[in-house]
């Protein structure tokens, strides 16, 4: 995988009190919305018994484990709570990892890496995210494969080995998101029917 | 009156609770593993009718889903039927239908429900289905909606 | 190979379960086997591979045996043999997660509210108030446990304070005692035996031993796999799903006291099977 930026959901994916489901590069992450609009994604793992933060809750400021009801604030990931003993106060290093998040383009981009280089310039024009399709293959497999077009950007999400995410924004509103979801959900069909 | 017994562990009988729970019908609880759905005495032989006759005016679906959610409970690990429902839903968050037929909840989202939740179980992540994750959510939140176990239930 | 986990003794199969004079197959710590249940309920058991016969004792109403030699017999469970007891074997379930998991899950006390909302627990009373955790080379012991419960047993009336004491006398097994509804002075038993089916895979069979003159059977097997079903979830989406040893691996809250002490107490045995060792 190189160092780069990853889109790994589009911003609608991310709706009120939902907790996202996804991965990058085998680390599966657990992507939320706070109520305020700001965007998390963090490991999807709590750190107190390793439980995926995906079968939580969103509970607008802060994520809520669903074995203990342990909770974890937004930005920081930082407990906050645990049910067990109210009004004790978890110490600060108790926390969800967190990785970086920027939203460009209609994308939430993050990253594994420390430094990766530059999210994609797009220039400044409107783009629409088309919907995002899931393709058992692993990345290489589609690289070669994706069309070029004007007026349409295409990335990929490597989720783990097998398996990847292409991520698609239209700038181009003479052709509808249908249009552009059976090209692609055609492409797929192709790419698999073709992968061992 | 409506009676209901079956396993609180069993798919089929949670399909059927949960229709009366989220539809406000009221029945009374009978112990036995068997799925029985009696109404003033007279049997349904099949959940399927039942889902479709009991269910009130405004929770009916249109043919095409409920067939669906028929085949999604025969082939509860068709990861085709989990896609096809993926971006039928994705597409359907943005043109006014939150649900499978439209923009309020019918049998055929019931029917698809317990196959959908327990799908982890039978091996089959739900990470590739965004929108069917959200509309999950959706159902969840609704008024008198009641688990089985292996789901739970999400904060107001 | 876990020589430790080897040369001792584990539960393949609830006894009811096995039908007479037919080979039944199941798997323990990687290897298969067959099991043949005689009248007299004389159970053999064999690896596939080679047809040697196993060491095999009738415990509990489970059948266990073992890939090794083990050093001692299988742990004492007295209840079991009350003549007033009512033993149910309340199911055997296949779950992706290793043994040691499925036992600190049995244990633990702060996840009753979040699992088993409305049966064994509730928000807002979520407080574990400390307790007592003693530990020597044969098992770990949980004394003076408490938690709410809203519905804490088939017949209990509505919600009180129960008290609980836990048990784990063998690496994969682990014992709950809690204050009977017909008897203060005794105690019901809910017991879960883990078949370690591969490291990460197990059988979880479990026990009730009660005393209930008024449930039939089924209720209270019914019961048992109710709140097992609510469990089996959590534990399929932990990760990793072997049992971490090191103490600071994984997040501590003072509820944690026991699982800290079972985690301490693999360590010291030697267990490794299911477990990152520290």
């Known amino acids: 995988m190189s160092s780069s930026w990853y889109p790994v959901a589009s911003g609608d994916d991310l709706a009120p009190r939902h907790v996202f489901h996804t991965a990058l590069g085998g680390q599966e992450l657990a992507l939320w919305r706070d109520d305020a609009g700001f965007a998390n994604v963090w490991e999807n793992r709590c750190p107190h018994r390793g439980v995926r933060l995906t079968i939580g809750a969103n509970l607008g400021t802060e994520l809520r484990c669903q074995y203990h009801g342990w909770r974890f604030s937004s930005g920081s990931g930082q407990c906050a709570a645990i049910p067990a003993h109210p009004g004790f106060t978890p110490s600060q290093g108790l926390k969800v990892k967190t990785y970086p998040c920027v939203e460009r383009y209609g994308l939430v981009w993050t990253t594994l890496d420390e430094s990766p280089e530059d999210i994609p310039d797009l220039g400044a024009a409107a783009w629409r995210s088309l919907r995002a399709i899931f393709v058992e293959a692993p990345l290489a497999a589609i690289a070669p494969h994706l069309p070029e077009q004007t007026g349409l950007a295409l990335f990929l999400q490597p989720v783990s080995e097998t398996r990847t995410v292409i991520h698609g924004l239209s700038g181009d509103m003479s052709f509808s998101p249908r249009q552009h979801d059976d090209a692609l959900t055609r492409l797929r069909d192709r790419i698999e029917s073709a992968t061992p | ?156 | 190979m876990d020589q430790v986990a080897l040369d001792e003794w584990h539960v393949v199969a609830a006894l009811p379960s096995l039908p007479f004079g037919q080979e039944v197959a199941t798997r323990l710590l990687g290897t298969d086997l067959a099991l043949m249940r005689s009248p007299g309920d004389v159970v053999a058991a064999w690896p596939a591979a080679s047809g040697k016969a196993l060491p095999v004792c009738i415990r509990y109403g489970h059948v266990w045996t073992s890939l090794g030699t083990p050093a001692r017999p299988l742990f004492d469970l007295p209840e079991f043999a009350e003549p007033d007891r009512r033993n149910v074997m309340a199911g055997s379930v296949p779950v992706h997660v290793s043994a040691p998991r499925a036992v600190e899950n049995f244990l633990d006390l702060g996840h009753f509210a979040y699992v088993h909302d409305g049966y064994l627990g509730v928000e807002p009373h979520t407080e574990i108030k400390p307790y007592k955790v003693t530990s020597d080379e044969n098992g770990v012991l949980a004394t003076e446990c408490r938690a709410y419960q809203p519905q804490a047993s088939l017949i209990a009336e509505g919600g009180f304070e129960v008290e609980y004491v836990y048990r784990v006398p063998h690496p994969y097994c682990a014992i709950l005692y809690k204050s009977s509804v017909l008897d203060e002075k005794r105690r019901d038993v809910i017991a879960i035996f883990v078949q370690p089916v591969e490291e990460e895979r197990i059988v979880a069979h479990m026990l009730a031993s009660v005393l209930d003159d008024v449930s039939s059977d089924d209720a209270i097997k019914n019961f048992q796999q109710l709140i097992f079903a609510q469990d089996k979830p959590i534990l399929e989406n932990q990760i990793p799903k072997r049992l971490p040893l090191h103490p600071r691996a994984e997040a501590w809250a003072p509820a944690d006291a026991g699982s800290a002490a079972y985690r301490r107490w693999l360590s010291s045995r030697g267990v490794r099977y299911g477990t990152i060792p520290a």
Do not use: K, N
């Open chain 2, 1 to 156: 009156m409506i009676s209901l017994s079956g396993s609180p562990l069993s798919r089929e009988t949670y399909r059927i609770r949960l229709l009366f729970d989220l539809a406000g019908l009221a029945y009374e609880t009978l112990d036995g593993a068997e799925l029985r759905i009696e109404v003033e005495g007279e049997r349904f032989e099949d959940a399927w009718r039942a889902l479709s006759r009991l269910a009130p005016p405004d929770w009916q679906a249109d043919g095409r889903w409920f067939a669906f959610a028929r085949r999604l409970a025969s082939s509860p690990t068709d990861t085709a039927l989990f896609r096809e429902l993926d971006q039928h839903l994705w597409f359907g968050e943005r043109e006014g239908s939150p649900f499978l037929c439209g923009d309020h909840p019918t049998v055929a989202d019931i029917g698809c429900f317990p196959e959908v939740m327990m799908s982890e179980q039978a091996g089959i992540s739900r990470m590739p289905y965004p929108a069917l994750r959200r509309w999950s959510d959706r159902v969840r939140r609704l008024p008198g909606f009641t688990v089985m176990p292996g789901i739970f239930t999400l904060p107001a």
